[in-house]
């Protein structure tokens, strides 16, 4: 089993920025995928951006060139750091890890971009 619990979320201006932090606990942390999803009120979870296990990176066409996911499998964590923020980034964002036979999700954190 793995544990995920989300940190770092808040109240920001636009054009500021965030750093998500998903701190995962469990044995299995370092072979699965971590990735941030995110889920605005009356729309769907999207996928954010995604890291494999061996550091692939893949994210959505919104934030590209604004968000960064980076993994640290010694510390079993992975980050999103978010910049230049714009209002429809606000949703809450849940962090998920997952292999081809499992998925884990965190509780989610509120991050809300005034304009």
């Known amino acids: 089993q793995v544990q995920l619990v989300e940190s770092g979320g808040g109240l920001v201006q636009a054009g500021g920025s965030l750093r998500l932090s998903c701190a995962a606990s469990g044995s299995a942390v370092s072979i699965g995928a971590l990735g941030w999803y995110r889920q605005a009120p009356g729309k769907q979870r999207e996928l954010v951006a995604a890291i494999s296990s061996g550091g692939s990176t893949d994210y959505a066409d919104s934030v590209k060139g604004r968000f960064t996911i980076s993994r640290d499998n010694t510390k079993n964590m992975v980050t999103l750091q978010m910049n230049s923020l714009k209002p429809e980034d606000t949703a809450v964002y849940y962090c998920?890890?997952?292999?081809?036979?499992?998925?884990?999700w965190g509780q989610g954190t509120q991050v809300t971009v005034s304009s």
């Open positions: 998920k890890w997952w292999t081809y036979y499992r998925d884990y």
